[in-house]
């Protein structure tokens, strides 16, 4: 389970946090992620310049960074 990345701006938050396309996120501050609408509740519950930890796989190896969500994330 997790939410496979689909494209990622480089000079977006994601980007500069170091997410690349087709990394799969796996955990959103410490809690699983099963998929796009549990990832997306997740996010409703944070506001714009909360910093939020990621823990994705790629390659088959798990990684964690750290992303400064904006306002573009949050659909707002």
């Known amino acids: ?3 496979v990345v689909m494209g990622v701006q480089p000079v977006s938050p994601a980007g500069r946090a170091g997410l690349k396309e087709l990394d799969v996120i796996v ?3 410490g809690d699983r ?3 796009i609408v549990d990832l997306r509740k997740k996010l409703y519950t944070k506001n714009v310049g909360d910093k939020v930890k990621i823990k994705y796989l ?3 190896k798990e990684k964690t960074t750290e992303v400064k969500l904006t306002r573009s994330q949050l659909g707002s």
């Open 58 to 60: 790629r390659g088959g």
């Open 27 to 29: 955990e959103f501050n």
């Open 1 to 3: 389970s997790g939410v």
């Open 33 to 35: 992620v099963y998929d």
